[in-house]
Nanobody
Framework: QVQLVESGGGLVQAGGSLRLSCAAS????????MAWFRQAPGKEREFVAA????????YYADSVKGRFTISRDNAENTVYLQMNNLKPEDTALYYC?????????????????WGQGTQVTVSS
């Protein structure tokens, strides 16, 4: 089974940018739908962005559309989440996930493998 390790989180001021990385233990291209979720204290884990197996399609939550970009480096088996114009409400623990199901998957139940998460804190 694939193992996922996130990195790149940190503290940033509102309006700033961060790039999260998710290093996979095996090739994800053509095998897994890859996604980012986030969970703020006291809230449920929520979908942020997804990338289809082929990389040809991307999907975003309305709250991040136009600010976040999900991408993949096939050679490095790494998935990225570029986050621009960050807002305090983006503060959360961000998780990388890999799924064997549909590229349309939006719920935590549709993803099979998870990383440990990386903290993003946006100050106002």
């Amino acid at each position: 089974q694939v193992q996922l390790v996130e990195s790149g989180g940190g503290l940033v001021q509102a309006g700033g940018s961060l790039r999260l990385s998710c290093a996979a233990s095996e090739r994800t291209y053509s095998r897994y739908t890859m996604a980012w979720f986030r969970q703020a204290p006291g809230k449920e884990r929520e979908f942020v962005a997804a990338l289809s197996r082929s990389g040809g399609s991307t999907y975003y939550a309305d709250s991040v559309k136009g600010r976040f970009t999900i991408s993949r480096d096939n050679a490095e088996n790494t998935v990225y989440l570029q986050m621009n114009n960050l807002k305090p409400e983006d503060t959360a623990l961000y998780y990388c996930a890999a799924g064997l199901g549909s590229s349309w998957a939006r719920t935590v139940y549709e993803y099979n493998y998870w990383g440990q998460g990386t903290q993003v804190t946006v100050s106002s």
